[in-house]
């Protein structure tokens, strides 16, 4: 363009001088031909130019504004995710999310809605509403009820009055509203959707709905990788027959309360004649008779009591802050609402018999162990189906008792 007005310059100020030069010799005024020059110049070259540069500044700001909108993104992204690297479960991550939506969208009604454990309703997880907005919040319940959801992207809506808004912003009280709604996947399944609702004349930037999109991807990561990582505890430190803390969980949890100074009691349980019911009854039967003793043992004891699969048919239970006394009647609750949990005839009926001691022996865990357990054969020798401890009656040492063993 610049190159054609140059020329188109050149072809007029050659005219011109033509002219001028007729001017000149008949008149002599030279004057003339600087006059026309000067008009065509301005009029062919710096006109062009100045818009030029005029487009050029446009060009070169639009470029720096896309760079500077770039750089937030990226910085934010950054910020969010040493935010979420710090959270140690999936309510410290759902709690960052809610501090980003407060800086991306102050003034916004923001929600993450995610999956139950049926897969089949939405539950909400956060709720970031600011004391002054009166927005609704979707009305979705189900995953496949949500229109990103199934298309599996980001959705904007900007006017609910338009005929391809999402219907569940269609109708609202508050009148006209827009929302962006970006699905949230968790180890590559689309379980939930984050929304953020606006009123119709107050959309938000590209800035706030590419951060808005950050932190849906984010937060479906690390709460997938946190479910993951949690998982991968449980199954290092639990059984998998009965779902009870293993040995080395068990042993792990004691060195701590002995760390700490805690007293407590240790019941040391078998079930009684176990292999005769797997050898009448099959294995399958077996198992579910550990399953359902477990479930009992689970029930009758505290939250705060480390329960343990020990090894083959035999538990054990840590009661913090209990004397033995205490764990044989806690014990023997547990004896008497395995019976009831017998009576339905799905399981064959067993017992089961144990041993008690605390930690008044002033004994380390293994021998400690190892006292409970004589204990329990003393139980099984005088007929089973029974608790032994030593309790302040009886005239019974850890040294005649080990011998007795």
């Known amino acids: 363009m610049v190159l054609v007005n140059v020329v188109a310059v050149l072809a007029i100020t050659s005219g011109s001088f033509a002219l001028a030069g007729v001017w000149a010799g008949r008149d002599g005024q030279l004057l003339a031909y600087q006059v026309v020059a000067g008009v065509a110049l301005s009029l062919f070259v710096a006109v062009p ?15 720096e504004a896309i760079l500077v909108d770039e750089g937030y993104r990226r910085e934010f992204d950054a910020r969010l995710a040493r935010a979420l ?5 999936e309510s410290a991550a759902l709690s960052v999310a809610a501090r980003a939506f407060a800086e991306l969208a102050p003034n916004a009604r923001v929600e993450v809605h995610l999956a139950d454990s049926s897969q089949a309703h939405l ?28 298309n599996g992207h980001a ?30 996947s968790i ?10 609702v606006h009123l119709s004349t107050e959309p938000f930037d590209a800035r706030t709905g590419a951060g808005l999109e950050i932190v ?73 008779a550990l399953r359902l003793f477990a479930r009992t043992l689970r029930r009758a004891m505290r939250d705060s009591d480390l329960v343990a699969r020990y090894g083959g048919e035999e538990f054990v239970v840590v009661l913090p802050d209990v004397d033995a006394a205490g764990a044989v009647r806690a014990f023997d609750r547990a004896r008497l609402e395995l019976e009831v949990a017998l009576s339905d005839g799905r399981v064959p009926p067993f017992t089961v018999s144990a041993g008690v001691v605390d930690t008044n022996e002033s004994l380390p865990f293994d021998e400690l162990i190892g006292l409970a357990d004589a204990w329990l054969l003393r139980a099984k020798r005088n007929g089973r189906n029974q608790v032994k401890w030593a309790a302040p009656t009886d005239n019974v040492t850890v040294l005649s008792l080990a011998n007795e063993v």
């Not at 818009?51 to 700001?61: D, H, K, N, P």
């Not at 180890?187 to 953020?196: F, K, N």
């Not at 998982?231 to 080395?248: K, Y």
């Open 49 to 63: 130019l100045r818009y030029f540069l005029l487009e050029q500044r446009r060009e070169a700001e639009g470029r």
């Open 155 to 184: 959705l904007r809506f900007d006017d609910s009055d338009r005929l391809d808004a999402c219907p569940h912003l269609v109708g609202r009280s508050h009148g006209q509203c827009g929302a962006v709604c970006v699905p949230v």
């Open 123 to 150: 539950v909400t997880a956060i709720e970031s509403v600011p004391a002054a907005n009166t927005l609704e919040g979707c009305s979705v319940s189900t995953p496949k009820g949500c229109p990103a959801v199934r």
């Open 216 to 288: 849906a991807q984010q937060l479906g990561g690390r709460v997938g990788l946190l479910a993951a990582m949690s998982q991968s505890q449980i199954q290092a430190n639990t059984d998998p027959l009965t779902g009870l803390l293993n040995r080395r969980s068990l042993e792990n949890e004691v060195r701590a309360l002995m760390r700490k100074g805690t007293t407590f009691s240790l019941v040391f349980a078998d079930l009684d004649h176990f292999k005769q019911l797997n050898d009448t009854h099959g294995h399958d039967m077996g198992d579910r």
């Open 187 to 196: 180890m590559g399944a689309t379980v939930g959707v984050l929304h953020a």
């Open 85 to 89: 690297e710090m959270a140690e479960d």
